[in-house]
């Protein structure tokens, strides 16, 4: 069974707000630095935020200053606030730690920005 599950994705209009969460089971991830990753059709996964363990965030410059990753470590449960969104959004998000864990890609969440 993977340990993260995604959710939190939908359709929206460019310029609208979502937020993502990822859920962890069976095992604790307070330690690690996590990420939200993303895929578009035909391209490669890319990372676009990532949280250490102590808090600190860094962002790719592609969302950098819309995108806002958090995280809370009694929930076991990590955030991403997306806003300002833009067609070029559209992707599979995922989450994983940072660098990621080839046995903990799930599923992902879509997330379609169309008008």
């Known amino acids: 069974q993977v340990p993260l599950v995604e959710s939190g994705g939908g359709l929206v209009q460019p310029g609208g707000s979502l937020r993502l969460s990822c859920a962890a089971s069976?095992?604790?991830?307070?330690?690690?630095?996590m990420g939200w990753y993303r895929q578009a059709p035909g391209k490669a996964r890319e990372l676009v935020a990532h949280?250490?363990?102590?808090?600190?965030?860094n962002y790719s410059d592609s969302v950098k200053g819309r995108f806002s990753i958090s995280r809370n470590n009694a929930k076991n449960t990590v955030y991403l606030q997306m806003r300002g969104l833009k067609p070029e959004d559209t992707a599979v998000y995922y989450c994983?730690?940072?660098?990621?864990?080839?046995?903990?890609w799930g599923q992902g969440t879509q997330v379609t920005v169309s008008s």
């Open positions: 994983n730690t940072q660098p990621p864990n080839a046995f903990y």
């Open positions: 949280i250490r363990s102590g808090g600190i965030t």
């Open positions: 069976g095992t604790r991830f307070n330690g690690n630095a």
